[in-house]
Nanobody, 126 residues
Framework: QVQLVESGGGLVQAGGSLRLSCTASGRASLNYAMGWFRQAEGNEREFVAAINWSGHSTYYTDSVKGRFTCSRDNAGMYLTMNTLKPEDTAVYYC?????????????????????WGHGTQVTVSS
């Protein structure tokens, strides 16, 4: 089974930046699409960003476009978050698709099609 571990969360002031990292236990994860979801306290889980197997193509939810950048290399997947806002406060989850290679496989899919990390907390103060 694929195991994903997120890191890099923390407390930052509004307007600041953070870089989240996700590492996978199996090299096979690097052959599939990956992405990020987040869940704020009291809110439903929402899609944030997706990246195809090679890192060539990405897609973002409207609220983070122009501020967040998803990337990947041989070591893992990353979410660079700039100009952070209080509404970005949430637990961020790394995901990999079980079979798909396109970022479109991440954007809208049943949770059972994804491998999930345990999350890392991001808190943005105002």
């Amino acid at each position: 089974q694929v195991q994903l571990v997120e890191s890099g969360g923390g407390l930052v002031q509004a307007g600041g930046s953070l870089r989240l990292s996700c590492t996978a236990s199996g090299r096979a994860s690097l052959n599939y699409a990956m992405g990020w979801f987040r869940q704020a306290e009291g809110n439903e889980r929402e899609f944030v960003a997706a990246i195809n197997w090679s890192g060539h193509s990405t897609y973002y939810t409207d609220s983070v476009k122009g501020r967040f950048t998803c990337s990947r290399d041989n070591a893992g997947m990353y979410l660079t978050m700039n100009t952070l806002k209080p509404e970005d406060t949430a637990v961020y989850y790394c995901v990999s698709h079980r079979t798909g290679t396109s970022f479109t496989d991440i954007v809208q899919t049943p949770p059972s099609n994804l491998n999930w990390g345990h999350g890392t907390q991001v808190t943005v103060s105002s």
